[in-house]
């Protein structure tokens, strides 16, 4: 039997994104996944929500988004907040709760706040996001996929969605929901791309969310 997960969700929590927890849990149940990962930026909160309220056959992992001195780094798996912005404490930080820190969009050129200096500190971090569904352009996610593969890291995929519409468009697949700790991960998923995102920009604007 295979368990998909998206593991990279953005709620209210974080300031770019107004979905309720509780309807996230509700759509990612309908829509066939059996797990998500709730990201905020700079914030657990929201994985704290949605463990409280995770019901049965469904697993909401924590985690969160944190901004670094080096960039944003996708932590997975926490058990307290992160505190610290200081790269390597984040690490250790993260390691400390037996999580995992993965790379998001290590090379979407677009992202101002992706991680710099990746060839030097992946050997600091636990995987690679090799799919990022708001990934404007596929090279963006080859290159990341491409990277994993030289540096033999283990590969996630999310769909880094701060809109309904977005959930369970990447994600991954696994026979059980430590194999995501183990990096024994399938990548599925479509690409939200450049007409979805301006789409999403143009209905946010009015109040309505998609």
Do not use: W
Request: aromatic residues 10%.
């Amino acid at each position: 039997m295979t368990f998909k997960f998206d593991l990279h969700i953005h709620s209210g929590y974080s300031k770019d994104s107004r979905m309720e927890v509780k309807k996230i849990i509700e759509i990612a149940k309908s829509i066939g996944l059996s797990g998500i990962a709730i990201t905020d930026h700079n914030s657990a909160e929201g994985g704290f929500h949605g463990r409280k309220i995770e019901g049965d056959d469904f697993t909401v992992i924590q985690g969160e988004e944190v901004l670094t001195s080096r960039g944003e780094v996708l932590c997975l798996f926490l058990n307290d907040e992160i505190k610290t912005r200081e790269f390597y404490e984040v690490v250790d930080e993260v390691h400390s709760q037996d999580g995992l820190c993965i790379a998001p969009h290590p090379f979407d050129f677009f992202r101002i706040n992706r991680l710099k200096g990746i060839e030097k500190l992946y050997k600091n971090l636990d995987g690679i996001e090799v799919f990022n569904a708001r990934c404007v352009f596929e090279s963006c996610n080859i290159k990341a996929l491409e990277f994993a593969l030289e540096k033999k890291m283990f590969m996630t995929g999310g769909s880094d969605a701060h809109t309904y519409g977005e959930i369970g468009s990447a994600g991954v697949a696994v026979k059980d929901i430590e194999d995501i700790r183990k990096g024994k991960t399938e990548i599925f998923g479509n690409a939200s791309g450049f007409f979805k995102l301006v789409k999403t920009k143009i209905y946010k604007s009015f109040g309505i969310e998609v």
